[in-house]
């Protein structure tokens, strides 16, 4: 195939670590660099191309290390700077490359630059954070924070307001301010000396803030407004993405995936791609949903019905155009098992097809640590037991619109962030083998039955079928295919399959994956050689096949001429 402006991270393999959970090697119950080092074979064997590790940076940890209180160096329960570029370079040697995230939307109050900015309200540090006068002793206006509560904190003893769209502790930046952006180039380039591959990036569409001087219509029980559109992706961003590219970025050849939420199709060039702010995004059409939402009442194939659109309309609007990282788990989100699959049905079959669904499109395909081992939600007993901030805001809400406590935590359970942040299972040993000391987040108590190393030792374990499919992604015979061929929907009317071609002007392959419990029979009358299969055997007859409850196959047609 013959592919103009070919990059490296066209064809990475991706893995995301959230450290505090990872591995814990000097026992305080955090993850740490070390343990990172200690599994790199492992990442190696999966087949893994590059990590991106959630930040590391030294944080006062109010959420967890997106609040950064300094840049430049690596948080103590993590490691050391030594320590991380120790990783980076034992990485690269197994052929993996690192990825950091870049958090610098917000910093966390901790950070010099803040408490400068608190001591002297006129000096040039305040520039660097959004400080507005109060209103009649009232925030500058009713703006609510993505974690809830008013997005303005008092400045005690003042009339001031510094602006926070998430946690109290993680003020935003002013990127008005050019003395600041500055600063920021300044980190990026810091990091990329030590050998980094480039950066997951933050929280990056809401840099831009177009300030309302008055109170909007409120829209909920609390008085106050979220008002997207002036702070996420607001009018004149580019301004600022563009200089981010362009002084800080563009230096070397490096891989950045933003964080995007949605964006508009008809710009998906200027955001990302060659030419592009980013090279790449993590957008979000397809997260918010859960099949233990009333709507979908853990019926499959509604929900599969209902999202394969929308996989399928960015599938097919992303040919020969842009590089989507492609994901169904991450630290934010619920697990993806129990997001899609109803609890009762969660097993090997569902859990290899629902991998394959999302792998073998066109992007960058991203799995978020212990996805490869089938890990799935924990559900608590009370609202105490979680300790993210968001997640008790989003309880106090539900109280706040009339949900019983009960009502409360049973919805907290299933939409939940930390769901995705209980320790690694790496064995059967006390606390999955995470730790030897107490761990910072409860275990969840099935890691007698699902972890790495009884994974790794069966070679018809979920982890051992992640391995094939990357296997297969790497393959020099199909890797081209994969990387750059069209992705074309297919069997659109198959009710609970997503099924696509990927094809090039001499190759196809086809995969058909079932979504649902219940077997469904296709038309399929080419000749085909089977690549990939979580079932022993596939069942076709008189040109129909039939797919198995949660079977997932990848074909390559033969009918093609494709010079073989
Ligand atoms: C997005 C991150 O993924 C999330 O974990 C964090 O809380 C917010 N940005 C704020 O940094």
């Not at 990783?87 to 950091?100: D, F, H, P, S, T």
């Not at 290899?352 to 066109?362: A, D, K, N, P, T």
């Not at 690694?424 to 099935?446: H, K, R, S, Y």
Request: hydrophobic letters at 35%; charged letters at 25%.
């Amino acid at each position: 195939m013959d592919v103009k402006n070919k990059k490296w991270w066209h064809e990475a393999i991706g893995y995301q670590i959230y450290p505090k959970s990872f591995q814990d090697t000097n026992n305080d119950g955090i993850g740490d660099i070390p343990g990172m080092i200690e599994h790199l074979d492992d990442l190696k064997d999966l087949g893994i191309t590059v990590i991106w590790i959630s930040p590391i940076n030294l944080s006062p940890m109010v959420d967890h290390g997106y609040d950064i209180s300094d840049y430049l160096q690596i948080d103590p329960s993590f490691g050391t700077n030594e320590e991380f570029e120790l990783l980076i370079q034992e990485a690269e040697k197994r052929g993996i490359k690192v990825l950091m995230d870049l958090v610098i939307n917000h910093t966390s109050t901790q950070h010099e630059w803040f408490k400068r900015a608190m001591e002297d309200l006129d000096g040039e540090y305040a520039k660097y954070y959004v400080i507005q006068e109060g209103r009649d002793d009232q925030p500058p206006n009713n703006w609510r924070s993505m974690f809830g509560g008013s997005a303005w904190e008092k400045i005690a003893g003042t009339n001031k307001y510094y602006l926070h769209l998430f946690t109290v502790e993680q003020p935003d930046l002013n990127w008005e301010n050019p003395a600041l952006r500055q600063e920021l180039y300044k980190i990026v380039e810091f990091w990329l000396e030590k050998g980094l591959a480039g950066f997951r990036v933050d929280a990056i569409s809401h840099i831009k803030k177009i300030y309302d001087e008055e109170n909007l219509p409120s829209d909920g029980p609390d008085g106050l407004v979220t008002v997207w559109e002036n702070y996420r992706d607001a009018k004149g961003i580019g301004e600022f993405l563009g200089e981010l590219r362009d002084m800080a970025f563009s230096k070397q050849d490096i891989l950045t995936i933003a964080e995007m939420d949605v964006v508009d199709p008809e710009r998906w060039e200027e955001y990302f791609g060659d030419n592009g702010y980013f090279s790449s995004i993590f957008d979000f059409y397809h997260t918010a949903y859960t099949i233990q939402d009333k709507t979908f009442d853990n019926d499959s194939e509604k929900f599969v019905e209902f999202l394969k659109p929308l996989v399928y309309k960015k599938q097919e609007l992303a040919n020969d155009r842009v590089f989507f990282t492609n994901f169904v788990e991450n630290h934010d989100l619920p697990r993806a098992l129990n997001r899609f699959i109803p609890k009762e049905e969660i097993g090997y079959h569902s859990a290899s097809v629902l991998g394959m669904f999302y792998f073998f499109m066109r992007g960058i395909p991203v799995i978020y640590q212990g996805q490869e081992i089938g890990m799935v939600d924990y559900p608590k007993d009370t609202i105490d037991e979680y300790i993210d901030l968001a997640t008790h805001n989003n309880y106090q809400d539900y109280l706040l619109k009339g949900l019983t406590e009960k009502e409360a935590l049973t919805q907290i359970n299933i939409e939940n962030r930390e769901n995705s942040r209980t320790p690694m299972q790496w064995n059967d040993q006390p606390n999955a083998g995470f730790t030897e000391g107490t761990p910072w987040f409860a275990v969840n108590p099935n890691y007698p039955e699902i972890n790495y190393q009884q994974q790794k030792d069966d070679p018809k374990s979920l982890l051992n079928f992640y391995k094939k499919m990357i296997q297969l992604r790497k393959n020099p015979e199909y890797k081209d295919l994969f990387v750059y061929g069209k992705s074309i929907p297919d069997f659109v009317e198959a009710a609970g399959v997503i099924a696509y071609q990927r094809k090039s002007a001499d190759q196809m392959i086809s995969a058909l994956c079932n979504l649902t419990n219940q077997a469904v029979v296709v038309e399929y009358d080419a000749e085909f050689e089977i690549l990939l299969n979580n079932y022993t055997e596939l069942k076709q007859a008189a040109g129909l096949m039939t797919l198995q409850p949660y079977q997932g196959v990848i074909l390559e047609e033969k009918s093609l001429d494709n010079g073989k």
